[in-house]
């Protein structure tokens, strides 16, 4: 037998947990968005799931910069 892993990445779900934070959530989906963006993952045979799409994105090209630069960004951001 073997073993199919998949990586999930999503940004924020809105649940029992996330209705806590008192910080904002950017681009916050329902739980039936994200069902359906895995199913969708899935179904297609992707091995990484991102969503949503505009919000993972941002933050995989923000990855890509030099950690000092990603620190800059992100403060700024969080300052915002």
């Known amino acids: 037998e073997s073993i ?6 999503p940004g924020f779900v809105r649940t029992r947990i996330t209705d806590k934070n008192t910080f904002p959530m950017p681009m916050l989906i329902d739980t039936e968005q994200a069902s359906h963006a895995i199913r969708q993952g899935l179904a297609k045979g992707k091995e990484h799931i ?3 799409k505009r919000f993972t ?3 995989r090209l ?10 800059a960004v992100t403060s700024k951001l969080i300052s915002n």
């Open 57 to 59: 994105t941002i933050l």
């Open 4 to 9: 199919d892993i998949k990586l999930i990445s």
């Open 50 to 52: 991102y969503f949503p």
């Open 62 to 71: 923000i990855g890509l910069l030099p950690y000092r630069w990603q620190n």
